[in-house]
């Protein structure tokens, strides 16, 4: 029981600690790839601390709602990531969400965030949270289609049993897995604001979504919005880490030998995830708004496809 | 012992409608017509709260009104039981809102004794134990709620809104006539227990399935027969839009439900697949119409029909699981649009309750001409943001338990062997998702145009908090959105009695499981635990609110808003709802309304403002009422001329009609 509770407790501080870093590390190798030195990577850790200590300026006109909503932000999108299996499944708590519930969670830090873009009344923020939500509408349904596939392999929407049974050889490779895979990759892009989505670096006016919404945060708000940011960019790759490369995933009750391997493994994913994330971003140039529809849809019907396939076939 | 305390409580009401009119010009009139009602919904509501939860046995009785040769026989079964409930909570909170909210009413006797006796009418429906009761019953529903329509019958559009509302019921209320003839037979077995006992030819049955969700579906708002419900809903006052939103369209999907699982027997397979059709279209084309309207009342009427889709999608599936003989996944599906049934007439009274606060207070019900509520109504704003955060499914509230276990119940849904349901069920659930989606993109512009931001005029500027009655009724729904949320297992065990009879399976028992969590199938498979994310969510958010607040900084500044160092000074700079679901009406509506967008661009040195028009297309009504509208018009142009015939010619007239009728009767036998 206690033993259980310490490394519930640990999930929730590793999550929190390693965000920032995974965050510094893209940064660091973005930086890099264009021949730049690049900020160090542990930057963001100081960034997020001289927030914290700064005074906060709110806009006259700001709710209390607006006030409020980055602690729920962060809430909803901690929780959510303590739930993810990152280094061991079957985490004392891993049973009160489903894979739906915690992209569920995700959903209720954005319905949040996407109020704090309207609430001071600016036409930035209102030009943010408007194409939020439209990126939202099309990206949600194709990750609930990924679930659709993933629980239809495995026969179950639990995360620590999903990343159980994909991890044993009973599986094995599966086109729906494949199509699901590259779905989830797109949907990952375009909800943490990514490039060719949107660009998490830019101020420029008219390419911003993420941005724009925040734009009227500072201070100590504004740290803890970039820290959820850097949760939900974790999340995701933790997400993929479990799921399509389940390997070194301590089990339930297993030994401290097997914990380290687990958080070994996990932090070399996470750097190999970042190290793909930040090729992808270089390689590739930012889309018009009004393409991301095109990209989205393209995984919502690879999700649907997947999922026919299932519902076709088990072997497929 | 509950259907006596329910017809009692019908009774009074009924009473009080025939007595409210002798009140006329007493102050008094509106708080005893709404005490009243309150505490026959209350005494009704436990009642049938009790049945459920005690999980009594069938009770009936059969009184000497309607039909000599039949009687009227009433009846509560776990199903009723759960409809009274639904319907007598939907009543209380609505009579205790309209304390404080009916007080404003410019001419009370236009709504009170309708008020009452629309509330007993859809507790007659529930009651009914008869095709003629329910017949009766049900008119009597949509009358009294037509008369409510027309309260206001002097504003601009009622009328319309009235109009169409009557031939729509009428309509329905034909089909459910037919249904139930068909059903009876020859020999004329009205009461239920006679259809049920009977067994239907598949032909036959499947006709009456047509039939029912013509009738049931046009009350309910599924699509194509959804038209009346965006005018009529709005036009009436704010409680009973709440009532008719959140629970007259219940009372229909009870209809559906009553007929189709119980009466009909056994389903074929084909009949889940029309219901699940249904359902999937009328979510997503239900949502995708609320994010065109910038009319708050009529976006929260235009959200019913969404989640009437979703709930047929769960009555939908618990047919295809019935009909292959899978007793439990039906148990899960029928429970999980049973529970959305309750959850939704929970948050659309909450949220209708909340536009009808804003409509008092402004004067509006535009969104465009609303804003920055939240600083002059910040409980109102709290209350309303609840019920939005429910009806957009975000955990922990009670929205997303139910559409979390209709997903569950499609997810079962591959060990189906029809071919046509394998291909049918996902493309479903991918329409349910993008429906949920959709809605939360939708009621962040619900809330976030009407009530954050800056005001956008003066009435908005000058809003004052509402009574004390409608805020306590408006509290009460958004703590059962929390609650119903968090400890869901209660509310699915209740439910469990109602499967039981209609599908013969039940959940597994959700009080036992640990930590409160529920598990619908196993818990290796799927679980939820609202109160612990719940718990989860309050903890991690004081955390950190602490935390920072003792180690970092509280420091605060009040400045102008920094707005990329553009701020500028006007509100109408915002964005408005229009503009908010722009980029949605690009990528959804050039396809689903023909919408288009032109930039009217003066040539420079002209002086005009540039102009943007927007032109939104509503496809069904063009392609379907349009053209009805437009034969009846031909048809009764030319039926003109008979009004002006001599005696003789009418008289030959009616001659000619007696041959030709006993001609057909000649034939026939």
């Not at chain 1, 729920?72 to 499944?89: D, E, K, M, Q, R």
């Not at chain 2, 007080?103 to 709504?111: F, G």
């Amino acid at each position: 029981m206690i033993t259980d509770l310490a490394v519930q407790g640990a999930q929730m501080l590793l999550v929190l600690l390693f965000a920032p870093l995974l965050t510094g590390l893209v940064r660091k190798v973005k930086a890099q790839l264009l021949r730049r030195q690049g900020p160090p990577v542990l930057q963001p850790y100081r960034e997020l601390a001289r927030l914290m200590r700064k005074e906060v300026v709110l806009a006259e006109n700001a709710s209390w709602l607006f006030r409020v909503n980055p602690y729920l932000i962060f809430a909803a999108t901690w929780v959510a990531a303590s739930l993810v299996p990152t280094f061991g499944t079957g985490l004392m708590f891993s049973w009160s969400a489903d894979l739906i519930a915690i992209i569920a969670l995700l959903g209720s830090a954005r319905f949040f965030l996407a109020l704090a873009g309207l609430d001071v009344g600016t036409s930035f923020g209102g030009i943010g949270s408007s194409r939020e939500v439209m990126i939202a509408s099309l990206a949600e349904p194709a990750m609930l289609m990924i679930v659709f596939t993933l629980a239809l392999v495995v026969g179950s929407t639990q995360l620590s049993t999903m990343a159980g049974v994909l991890l044993s050889s009973e599986v094995g490779l599966r086109v729906s897995l494949g199509l699901a895979l590259i779905s989830l990759i797109m949907v990952a892009i375009a909800e943490n604001a990514r490039i060719p989505v949107d660009n998490p670096a830019t101020h420029l006016e008219l390419t911003m979504v993420h941005e724009a919404m925040v734009l009227e945060y500072s201070g100590r708000h504004l740290a803890l919005i970039e820290l959820s940011a850097s949760l939900k960019l974790l999340l995701y790759i933790s997400l993929i880490a479990c799921l399509f490369a389940p390997w070194g995933l301590a089990r339930p009750g297993a030994e401290p030998v097997a914990l380290a391997i687990g958080i070994a493994s996990y932090a070399g994913k996470l750097a190999v995830g970042a190290l793909l994330l930040a090729f992808f971003e270089t390689a590739i140039a930012k889309m018009r708004v009004f393409r991301v529809p095109e990209f989205l849809g393209a995984a919502l019907m690879l999700g649907l496809l997947a999922t026919l396939l299932l519902f076709v076939s088990k072997s497929l | 012992m509950t259907v006596t305390i329910a017809l009692s409580c019908v009774a009074v009401l009924l009473a009080l409608a025939a007595l409210a009119p002798a009140m006329r010009g007493s102050p008094a009139a509106t708080p005893i017509v709404y005490s009243v009602a309150l505490v026959a919904s209350v005494v009704s509501t436990l009642a049938a709260l009790g049945h459920l939860v005690g999980a009594s046995a069938p009770a009936s009785v059969t009184l000497p009104l309607g039909l000599p040769w039949l009687g009227a026989h009433f009846r509560v079964d776990a199903l009723s039981a759960f409809f009274l409930f639904v319907v007598g909570l939907g009543a209380g909170a609505a009579s205790l809102f309209a304390l404080g909210y009916g007080r404003h009413e410019q001419a009370p006797m236009r709504v009170l004794p309708f008020y009452s006796a629309f509330l007993a009418g859809m507790n007659l429906v529930v009651l009914a134990d008869d095709a003629f009761t329910f017949l009766v019953s049900w008119e009597f529903m949509s009358l009294s709620s037509w008369a409510l329509v027309m309260a206001h019958h002097r504003e601009r559009d009622n009328a319309h809104a009235g109009y169409v509302y009557l031939v729509m019921a009428s309509f329905g209320t034909l089909a459910l006539l037919l249904a139930f003839g068909l059903l009876a037979g020859a020999d004329g077995g009205y009461a239920f227990a006679q259809i049920r006992a009977e067994a239907h030819a598949p032909a036959l049955a499947g006709l009456v399935l047509m039939l029912v969700l013509v009738g049931a579906g046009s009350k309910a708002g599924l699509l194509p027969l959804h038209v009346w419900l965006p005018l009529a809903h709005p036009a009436a006052p704010s409680h009973v839009s709440a009532l008719m939103s959140g629970v007259m369209t219940k009372v229909a999907v009870y209809g559906f439900v009553r007929i189709v699982f119980d009466l009909l027997g056994e389903p074929a397979w084909w009949w889940s697949m029309v219901v699940l059709a249904l359902g999937g279209i009328t979510a997503v084309m239900g949502v995708l119409y609320a994010l065109m309207q910038h009319d708050l009342k009529r976006l929260l009427a235009y959200h019913t029909v969404e989640n009437i889709g979703i709930i047929f999608i769960g009555l939908g599936l618990a047919l295809a699981f019935k009909a292959h003989g899978m007793a439990f996944a039906a148990a899960l599906a029928l429970s999980a649009g049973l529970l959305h049934v309750f959850n939704h007439s929970v948050f659309k009274g909450l949220l209708f309750f909340g536009a009808g606060a804003v409509l008092t207070a402004t004067g509006e019900r535009d969104m465009e001409h609303l804003g920055g509520l939240i600083h002059r109504m910040p409980q109102t704003a709290f209350v309303f943001l609840v019920g939005c955060a429910a009806i957009s499914a975000l955990p922990p509230l009670n929205g997303f338990v139910s559409e979390w276990l209709t997903f569950q119940a499609i997810l079962l849904s591959p060990q189906l062997p029809s071919w046509g349901l394998k291909f049918l069920v996902p493309a479903v659930g991918a329409l349910l998702a993008l429906s949920a989606a959709l809605a939360a993109a939708c009621f962040v512009k619900a809330f976030g145009v009407t009530f954050l931001g800056r005001a956008r005029t003066t009435a908005a500027e000058r809003a004052q908090e509402t009574d004390r009655f409608s805020l306590a009724a408006m509290f009460f729904f958004a703590a059962l959105c929390l609650v119903a949320g968090i400890l869901p297992g209660a509310f699915i065990d209740a439910l469990a009695p109602v499967a039981q009879s209609l599908v013969g399976g039940r959940m597994p028992v959700q009080s036992g499981v640990e930590w409160l969590s529920i598990v619908p199938i196993a818990e290796s498979r799927s679980s939820y635990n609202g109160l612990l994310v719940f718990l989860f969510m309050v903890v991690s958010g004081t955390l950190a609110a602490f935390a920072i607040h003792r180690l970092a900084s509280d420091k605060l500044r009040r400045a102008p808003a920094w707005d990329c160092g553009y701020p500028d000074a006007s509100p109408a700079t915002q964005y408005t709802a229009d503009s908010f679901a722009q980029p949605i009406r690009r990528v959804f509506g050039t396809v689903v309304f023909r919408a288009r967008e032109r930039v009217e661009m003066p040539p420079p040195g002209d002086m005009r403002p540039a102009r943007l028009t927007v032109e939104v297309h509503d496809l069904i009504w063009d392609a379907l009422y349009a053209p009805i509208a437009g034969w009846v018009a031909f048809a009764a142009d030319r039926l003109n001329k008979l009004q002006f015939l001599t005696v003789r010619q009418f008289l030959s007239l009616v001659f000619a009609a007696l041959v030709i009728l006993l001609l057909v009767l000649a034939i026939w036998q």
